[in-house]
């Protein structure tokens, strides 16, 4: 297991947020053990509850737009190859040809090849409310478009467009510009899916409950 999958298991959010799930989980599991059947109906509901928010989370989580960092955790800024930006619909993703991304309930979707130093370069979709450097619309003649990204250099799915990169990352994004453009692999995000931690949890803390509940009766 990983320093990620270590974090996202049994970090703090995934101890607190898995307690709802546990709770739907333990009125199920003491329903199906001979706990009453207003114990199973209940435990069935907020079961499936839980399972339709999870599945949400598990969507909105695994697409191929990457994260912000997690806060406390060092970044690095690295140069990056603008090979497109579009403004898509902020719910359903649908891409809004005719928006200027000014309206309400869009984003801004780059499309970048992030070029660290030292590592490999990997390519990624950022979302952003704010074109923050002033990308779209550049490069309709041909000249290369470039960006300053910062990223988590064990995380690279954990990217971002920072509103104002210092002047010496700007500079390496021009010389970048003017660069051989590498190949690079879309980046691909390690560890549990999102929400799997919460159903880990969730059935873990059921489990225990459960037995101790039967244990004592």
Same mark, same amino acid.
């Given at each position: 297991? !990983?320093? %990620? ?7 703090? /959010? =995934?101890?607190?947020?898995? &307690?709802?799930?546990? $709770? ?16 199973? &109906? ?5 079961? #499936?509850? $839980? ?10 989580? !695994? ?26 619909? %902020?719910? *359903? ?26 590592? *490999? /370069? ?13 990308? $779209? ?5 041909? %000249? ?5 990204? #910062? ?25 970048? =510009? =003017?660069?051989?453009? /590498? %190949? ?30 039967? $244990?004592?009766?």
């Amino acid at each position: 297991m !990983n320093r %990620a999958t270590f974090r996202a298991l049994f970090g703090p /959010p =995934a101890l607190l947020g898995a &307690l709802p799930v546990g $709770a739907a989980l333990t009125a199920l599991g003491l329903g199906l053990t001979g706990g009453g059947r207003w114990l199973l &109906l209940l435990g069935a509901a907020a079961t #499936a509850g $839980a399972l339709l928010l999870l599945a949400a989370v598990a969507e909105s989580g !695994n697409g191929s737009a990457s994260l912000a960092p997690r806060p406390g955790r060092p970044t690095s800024y690295a140069p990056a190859r603008v090979h497109g930006v579009r403004v898509v619909h %902020a719910g *359903s993703g649908r891409t809004l040809r005719d928006s200027d991304g000014r309206a309400q309930g869009t984003l801004f979707v780059f499309d970048l090849t992030v070029v660290p130093a030292g590592r *490999s /370069p990997y390519r990624v979709l950022v979302r952003h409310p704010l074109d923050v450097q002033g990308l $779209a619309g550049r490069g309709k003649d041909g %000249a290369p478009v470039t960006a300053v990204v #910062a990223h988590d250099p064990e995380e690279p799915w954990r990217t971002v467009l920072p509103a104002s990169p210092p002047p010496r990352e700007r500079r390496r994004a021009r010389e970048l =510009a =003017a660069a051989p453009g /590498p %190949a690079a692999p879309p980046v691909t995000r390690t560890g549990l899916p999102a929400g799997a931690p919460l159903l880990v949890l969730g059935v873990l803390y059921a489990g225990v409950v459960v037995a101790l509940v039967r $244990a004592a009766g």
